[in-house]
């Protein structure tokens, strides 16, 4: 489809849902071998085992409360996103949430609350989290403002209801920024896609709040720019194992260890690959490498999804697939009707 096609549009929130749903059977495994995913991937195209279904977690739970608050007011509301996440939270908790962010969801939870960023703002003795569960939901941002300025503010805003670090939000804008131009159909130019990345975070980095966290984490004076860096150097090699991109960006459960990670998946699957079977397509091909980088499978896969789904749009997904995933078939009617708010805007 064209730019903002509503293939796209169902392609990313889809997409965000499997990778979720699959990458759930391998999170926290420290060493996925390929075989073990192509393993449980083809058990999902056989019928006959009836798998059932694979239930999603803590990512797409919260990124379905972040659809149906844009949905329902028209737009960015953080009480209202506030309330449905800690009323989601109470009503399944046993979703695979951080251990960190539950204490910012139960207080969320009380209606004598007046502001809502402050729990967020309380974790780990003031810092705030700089876990990737702000970048796991950040996807809706991008399928619901057409304007670039609304994207980066609002995912920044909708992220630090939990998470009030900047390497925390700051993954966020990133992961909604490679949707949004996703969405666009920048993947069709690779190089200029991630210069594009490079020159937005630049700005978005720029600023004290981001120098002062970098500074006390011991990171890059703009951590998100770096490790873009890195993923344009490895974009430019030939051959690169899991290993190296493990070590060069990180699979675990920080958003500056995983968000430029999911980006690189996405990247370096735009073409065939040796290790991935030569009948995948590309978003296949996305998820599959995504899991078999181990660590945070499930959000990794989600946000690559996200990305990958805005790119190759929803024919790319295979039928069998989308029918093991708890919540996909919602995804993709709620992507109608993000795709009709984006238009009316
Ligand atoms: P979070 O805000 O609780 O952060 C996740 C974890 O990161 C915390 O529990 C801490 O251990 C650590 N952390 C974050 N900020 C700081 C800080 N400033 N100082 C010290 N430690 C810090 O949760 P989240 O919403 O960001 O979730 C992140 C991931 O954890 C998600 O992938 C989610 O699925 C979940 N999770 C991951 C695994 C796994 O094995 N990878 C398992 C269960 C749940
Ligand atoms: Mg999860
Ligand atoms: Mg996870």
Same mark, same amino acid.
């Given at each position: 489809g064209g730019p903002a096609s509503l293939s796209r549009f169902r392609g990313s929130l889809v997409a965000a849902v499997l990778g979720d749903c699959v990458g759930g059977e391998f999170e926290g495994a420290e060493e996925v071998p390929m075989e073990s995913v192509l393993q449980h991937l083809s058990s999902l195209d056989d019928e006959s085992k009836g798998n059932g279904i694979l239930e999603y977690s803590d990512d797409t739970a919260m990124a379905r409360c972040v659809v149906q608050s844009l949905l329902t007011r028209a737009g960015f509301d953080e009480r209202d996103m506030a309330r449905r996440f800690a009323k989601e939270y109470s009503a399944s %908790?046993?979703? *695979?949430?951080g251990s960190g962010v539950i204490q910012v969801l139960k207080k969320l939870s009380s209606p004598q609350l007046s502001d809502v960023y402050q729990p967020a703002r309380d974790q780990f003795n003031g810092r705030g989290s700089f876990g990737n569960g702000g970048a796991m939901r950040a996807a809706p941002f991008a399928l619901a403002f057409p304007d670039l300025a609304d994207v980066k503010r609002f995912a920044r805003l909708g992220a630090m209801l939990t998470h009030s670090c900047s390497l925390g939000y700051n993954g966020a804008v990133l992961q909604a920024l490679a949707v949004h131009l996703s969405l666009q159909g =920048? /993947?069709? /130019?690779p190089q200029q896609f991630i210069s594009r990345l490079i020159t937005e975070m630049e700005e978005v980095e720029g600023n004290e709040a981001t120098r002062n966290d970098a500074r006390i984490l011991k990171e890059a004076e703009k951590p998100f720019c770096e490790r873009l860096h890195r993923v344009q150097d490895l974009m430019d090699r030939s051959k690169v194992s899991i290993e190296e991109v493990i070590s060069e960006l990180g699979n675990g459960i920080a958003a500056l260890h995983s968000v430029p990670t999911a980006i690189f998946c996405v990247l370096h699957c735009l073409q065939p690959r040796e290790? /991935? %079977?030569?009948?995948?397509g590309g978003l296949e091909r996305t998820i599959t490498y995504s899991l078999a980088l181990g660590g945070d499978t499930d959000t990794i896969a989600c946000m690559a999804g996200a990305i990958a789904g805005a790119h190759y *749009?929803?024919? =790319?997904?295979p039928q069998t697939w989308i029918k093991c995933c708890e919540g996909a078939e919602d995804a993709d009617m709620n992507a109608e009707r993000l795709h009709m708010l984006y238009h009316q805007s």
């Open positions: %908790p046993g979703r *695979g949430y =920048a /993947l069709d /130019l290790c /991935l %079977p030569e009948k995948y *749009g929803i024919e =790319a997904i």
